[in-house]
């Protein structure tokens, strides 16, 4: 069983894209909040994040950061067990 995974987003945002493929490729259903069709949204991103870019991604509660973030943790193995909430 995976976590949820909360994926702060606009529609022009490539790296947004590539971080929705990566989580998508390991069976993750992501929760999309595109902060570009919503001002409160984004307000909301900035205040639980501290960052004003996107993507922000959230695997249950635990702030993952952006899309090179994200990538790190894959590539050091970290994602996976996050993602399945085993992660010490």
Do not use: W
């Not at 995976?2 to 929705?20: D, K, L, N």
């Amino acid at each position: 069983m995976t976590v949820p995974v909360i994926v702060y987003s606009t529609a022009v945002c490539p790296y947004c894209v590539r971080a929705e493929r990566l989580l998508e490729a390991k069976g993750v259903t992501v929760q999309k909040i595109r902060v570009d069709l919503d001002p409160e949204e984004r307000i909301k991103m900035m205040e639980r994040t501290g960052r004003r870019t996107v993507p922000q991604i959230y695997v249950g509660e635990t702030h993952v950061g952006g899309f090179d973030d994200l990538y790190a943790l894959d590539q050091a193995g970290k994602l996976d067990p996050l993602l399945n909430g085993t992660a010490a």
